[in-house]
């Protein structure tokens, strides 16, 4: 089956930027989107199609994909910033959705 | 704007049954693909099943093929998840969540609260 892998966690001081990895055999060639995920609260979409953001969703977060990486950017890092990430695609060869081991995200 | 909201969620023991649903709002019902979704505790996320909008096409995670189904009823706009035979590693955060899409799985824009699943004895 599929497997996304993440890093368990990123440290970032505030104001600086913050990158948040997704590794994945072809990533390339699916969608990858990003979601937020803060204790007690619902998950929440922060990219999906690799780099948009939704609509209310800061600037700061970007995504990207290169090679077999898909990238999370947090520019100019908040506290507010501080959670789970986790990434996502659809493998169409399993018929089944793949969710990364999530990363967490600290703000020093 | 868009409400999930989960329920049925409680304590049950191994071997038992539980089923949730998911009253939607907020948008047309009927229209998009639903999924579940979970978390157990300290753990990540993990997908268990996706319905499409009319009921038609159905899928499952491997951990829970022929154990949970998952329906709908798009006159109350509720979404269910029956759970049979649960096992203690069913213990989770339950979450339903709206697909951007009708017929197949794409990615996740509105979830809900979550409801927890306790399988204990």
């Known amino acids: 089956s599929y497997v996304l892998t993440q890093p368990p966690s990123v440290s970032v001081a505030p104001g600086k930027t913050a990158k948040i990895a997704c590794g994945g055999n072809?990533?390339?060639?699916?969608?990858v989107h990003w979601y937020q995920k803060k204790p007690g609260q619902a998950p929440l979409l922060v990219i999906y199609?690799?780099?948009d953001r939704p609509s209310g969703i800061p600037e700061r977060f970007s995504g990207s994909t290169s090679g077999s990486t898909a990238t999370l950017t947090i520019s100019r890092v908040e506290a507010g910033d501080e959670a789970d990430y986790y990434c996502?695609?659809?493998?169409?060869?399993?018929?089944?959705?793949?969710f990364g081991g999530g990363t967490k995200l600290t703000v020093l | 704007q868009v409400q999930l909201v989960e329920s049925g969620g409680g304590v049950v023991q191994p071997g038992r049954s539980l089923r949730l649903s998911c009253a939607a709002s907020?948008?047309?019902?009927?229209?998009?693909?639903m999924h579940w979704v979970r978390q157990a505790p300290g753990k990540g996320l993990e997908w268990v099943a996706f319905?499409?909008?009319?009921?038609?096409?159905?899928k499952y995670a491997d951990s829970v093929q022929g154990r949970f189904t998952t329906s709908r009823d798009n006159s109350k706009n509720t979404l269910y998840l029956q759970m049979d035979s649960l096992r203690a590693e069913d213990t989770a955060i339950y979450y339903c969540?709206?697909?951007?899409?009708?017929?197949?799985?794409?990615?996740?824009?509105?979830w809900g609260q979550g409801t927890l699943v306790t399988v204990s004895s």
């Open positions: 969540a709206k697909d951007r899409a009708a017929e197949v799985p794409f990615y996740f824009d509105f």
């Open positions: 907020g948008f047309t019902f009927r229209s998009y693909g």
């Open positions: 319905i499409s909008y009319d009921g038609g096409n159905q």
């Open positions: 072809n990533i390339g060639s699916k969608s």
């Open positions: 199609y690799d780099s």
């Open positions: 996502h695609v659809w493998d169409g060869t399993s018929d089944h959705v793949v």
